[in-house]
């Protein structure tokens, strides 16, 4: 079966610092991948999304980037943390091809900048 | 782009009645309508979905039904119990896209007591 990863559960970094949030899936091949944000009270927001190796396309102009170095793995980083990128991030996969309709989400990664 | 609103943002019901929560959007080529579910503290997952070429679609307790000329769809829970509390999130998918790229609503914060 189909299992998705991400970490770390938590983070708490101060304004400034660099930030990296990695998530792989495993027991399917070349996924289309997505990371959304959730900020507190708000609904979900695409942030990125990757349809293979190496193709990123972003959704929203932000301080985050995002990279896609094997099939299965999804990095989200930011150089400088802003204190609004606070958030709960999730990444999520759904299957390659004609999108049947589910995404299927992380567990997620509390993100608090002070 | 798309527009997904939903109302209300937080629902308070007994337990045994039914909950409604209620979606508009805005692109009439969307073709996909999911609803998810998040637990406190986890993540979120489909509950049920339906697609633009039918009217409504009920699985046990909860159902759906989708208005395409009104541009707006709505989750019928009935018979509500306490671990039906949850916030949840309608979202919409774009016409002819092949990947998740799904726009989200605000959320729904639901809370069924004893």
């Known amino acids: 079966s189909q299992t998705i990863h991400q970490w770390p559960a938590t983070l708490v970094q101060p304004v400034g610092s660099p930030l990296s949030l990695e998530c792989t899936v495993e027991g399917t091949s070349n996924p289309n991948l997505y990371w959304y944000r959730q900020a507190a009270g708000r609904g979900l927001q695409l942030l990125f999304y990757?349809?293979?190796?190496?193709?990123i396309s972003s959704e929203v102009p932000q301080n985050l980037s995002a990279s896609r170095p094997q099939d299965r793995q999804f990095i989200l980083s930011s150089k400088k943390l802003l204190l609004s990128d606070s958030g709960f991030y999730l990444c999520?996969?759904?299957?390659?091809?004609?999108?049947?309709?589910?995404?299927?989400f992380g567990e997620g990664s509390r993100l608090t900048v002070l | 782009g798309e527009n997904v609103e939903q109302h209300p943002s937080t629902l308070s019901v007994q337990e045994g009645d039914s909950a409604v929560i209620k979606c508009t959007y805005s692109d009439s080529a969307s073709n996909y309508f999911p609803w998810y579910k998040q637990e406190l503290g986890k993540r979120p997952q489909l509950i049920i979905d339906?697609?633009?070429?039918?009217g409504e679609k009920k699985d046990q307790r909860i159902a759906v039904t989708l208005n395409k000329t009104a541009k707006h769809f709505s989750l019928h829970i009935t018979e509500t119990q306490p671990e039906d509390s949850a916030v949840y999130f309608c979202a919409a998918l774009a016409g002819g896209t092949s990947y998740g790229k799904l726009t989200f609503g605000q959320g729904t914060i639901l809370t069924v007591h004893p």
């Open positions: 990757s349809v293979g190796i190496g193709q």
């Open positions: 999520a996969w759904s299957v390659k091809g004609s999108f049947t309709g589910e995404l299927f």
């Open positions: 339906i697609r633009s070429n039918v």
